[in-house]
């Protein structure tokens, strides 16, 4: 089957072909992202701007993909779109683009959860099997999630303020280092000492496997205040010893998810499968790695295009969705809000 999946639930405006053969396996056929660049002079995603980009932007990515891939609309067996969690005018132009053209084409509607996008990706990319372990990183979400089946996921862990990415952003606003901020912050660590400074490793052994941020980005600004002017190498250091902050947190909430992994499902060795932006970290990246080697785990990194917000995983969940006759009618709502493991709750917001 043949599916195109469209994603507009943040920054980017992607659209995506994927095909599914009868065993299972998928093979992406185009994957067009444009990332919106208006945001960088205000140093994050602007929900309004995003909205509009959207708009002018979505049907010549969706042409795009489309035209890559080498098929026409009528050659398309199901188009899916992301339908929440994210900036709700952002999702509200994807969705309702989606819902138009299933309409004018009589092809099925499916209405996919970003969150489920990232979940399933590895199955596209890898074809891995239930269960395993999610690790999602990104400016919006830090989780780690329980994937026991298409439809069926846990969220082990959570973040209890800010996500990971966000603390990246946050921390390179502080330190005058631009936007988006979790490149410039791992370039400066590469050359700073993590030594130096020594800042706070929030949750580390905590028994559920969730996280804090907020706490560590406090303590940069301290010892930033405590220092100024900052030179060039204060700059480095501080870098490095959060980013290893960062890690050492890391090594210890995905150690306890192997743990609960393992208490639940003793036969099955535990796979993660790390997605968001921030997997691109490769101190994180290593880290993971290292875990994953001491503990007997396998760990899946999806390549960087794959781990941030792109079409391909959308429409991948859409033949998953497709393949077991889950499709939605047109009155599915856009939803801000959309935790994987509870049924949908009502519009609100804007939050995610
Ligand atoms: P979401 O997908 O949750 O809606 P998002 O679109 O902001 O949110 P992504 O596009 O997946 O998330 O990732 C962007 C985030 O990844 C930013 O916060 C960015 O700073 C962070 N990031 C990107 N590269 C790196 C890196 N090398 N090190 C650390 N963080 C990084
Ligand atoms: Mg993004
Ligand atoms: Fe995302």
Same mark, same amino acid.
């Given at each position: 089957?043949?599916?195109?999946?469209?994603?507009?639930?943040?920054?980017?405006?992607?659209?995506?072909?994927?095909? +599914?053969?009868?065993?299972?396996?998928?093979?992406?056929?185009?994957?067009?992202?444009?990332? *919106? =660049?208006?945001?960088?002079?205000?140093?994050?995603?602007? !929900?309004?701007?995003?909205?509009?980009?959207?708009?002018?932007?979505?049907?010549?990515?969706?042409?795009?993909?489309?035209?890559?891939?080498?098929?026409?609309?009528?050659?398309?067996?199901?188009?899916?779109?992301?339908?929440?969690?994210?900036?709700?005018?952002?999702?509200?132009?994807?969705?309702?683009?989606?819902?138009?053209?299933?309409?004018?084409?009589?092809?099925? #509607?499916?209405?996919?959860?970003?969150?489920?996008?990232?979940?399933?990706?590895? +199955?596209?990319?890898?074809?891995?099997?239930?269960?395993?372990?999610?690790?999602?990183?990104?400016?919006?979400?830090?989780?780690?999630?329980?994937?026991?089946?298409?439809?069926?996921?846990?969220?082990?862990?959570?973040?209890?303020?800010?996500? #990971?990415? %966000?603390?990246?952003?946050?921390?390179?606003?502080?330190? =005058?280092?631009?936007?988006?901020?979790? !490149?410039?912050?791992?370039?400066?660590?590469?050359?700073? =000492? /993590?030594?130096?400074?020594?800042?706070?490793? /929030? @949750?580390?052994?905590?028994?559920?496997?969730?996280?804090?941020?907020?706490?560590?980005?406090?303590?940069?600004?301290?010892?930033?205040?405590?220092?100024?002017?900052?030179?060039?190498?204060? $700059? &480095?250091?501080?870098?490095?010893?959060? *980013?290893?902050?960062? &890690?050492? $947190?890391?090594? =210890?909430?995905?150690?306890?998810?192997?743990?609960?992994?393992?208490? %639940?499902? /003793?036969?099955?060795?535990?796979?993660?499968?790390?997605?968001?932006?921030?997997?691109?970290?490769?101190?994180?990246?290593?880290?993971?790695?290292? $875990?994953?080697?001491?503990?007997?785990?396998?760990?899946?990194?999806?390549?960087?295009?794959?781990?941030?917000?792109?079409?391909? @995983?959308?429409?991948?969940?859409?033949?998953?969705?497709?393949?077991?006759? *889950?499709?939605?009618?047109?009155? $599915?709502?856009? +939803?801000? +809000?959309?935790?994987?493991?509870?049924?949908? %709750? /009502?519009?609100?917001?804007?939050?995610?």
């Amino acid at each position: 089957m043949i599916v195109l999946g469209i994603e507009t639930s943040c920054d980017e405006t992607a659209a995506a072909v994927v095909r +599914r053969d009868d065993e299972g396996a998928g093979r992406i056929v185009s994957n067009v992202v444009l990332s *919106q =660049d208006a945001h960088a002079i205000y140093g994050g995603v602007v !929900p309004e701007l995003a909205a509009r980009a959207h708009v002018e932007r979505l049907d010549d990515i969706i042409a795009s993909a489309l035209k890559e891939a080498g098929v026409t609309l009528a050659d398309v067996d199901a188009i899916a779109a992301t339908a929440g969690p994210g900036l709700i005018g952002g999702v509200l132009v994807g969705l309702t683009t989606a819902k138009a053209m299933a309409m004018a084409t009589g092809k099925p #509607l499916i209405a996919v959860n970003h969150l489920e996008a990232h979940a399933l990706t590895a +199955r596209l990319t890898d074809g891995i099997a239930f269960p395993y372990l999610l690790l999602l990183v990104s400016g919006g979400h830090t989780q780690i999630v329980r994937v026991d089946g298409v439809g069926s996921y846990r969220r082990l862990g959570t973040t209890i303020d800010d996500a #990971l990415g %966000e603390a990246f952003d946050k921390t390179a606003k502080l330190l =005058d280092l631009g936007y988006p901020g979790g !490149p410039a912050v791992e370039r400066a660590a590469a050359k700073g =000492d /993590p030594t130096r400074f020594h800042l706070p490793r /929030p @949750m580390l052994g905590r028994p559920s496997p969730d996280f804090s941020f907020s706490g560590l980005k406090t303590a940069v600004r301290l010892e930033a205040e405590k220092h100024a002017p900052l030179s060039p190498q204060d $700059v &480095c250091d501080l870098c490095a010893a959060f *980013q290893a902050s960062i &890690c050492a $947190v890391i090594a =210890d909430r995905v150690t306890r998810a192997f743990d609960l992994f393992r208490s %639940e499902t /003793p036969d099955v060795v535990p796979t993660l499968v790390v997605a968001g932006g921030v997997a691109a970290n490769k101190a994180i990246a290593a880290t993971l790695k290292g $875990v994953a080697d001491k503990t007997g785990a396998r760990l899946i990194v999806p390549p960087p295009v794959l781990c941030t917000d792109n079409g391909a @995983m959308v429409a991948w969940v859409g033949a998953e969705k497709l393949a077991l006759g *889950q499709t939605d009618g047109f009155d $599915v709502a856009a +939803r801000a +809000r959309w935790p994987l493991d509870k049924e949908a %709750e /009502p519009l609100v917001g804007h939050g995610r």
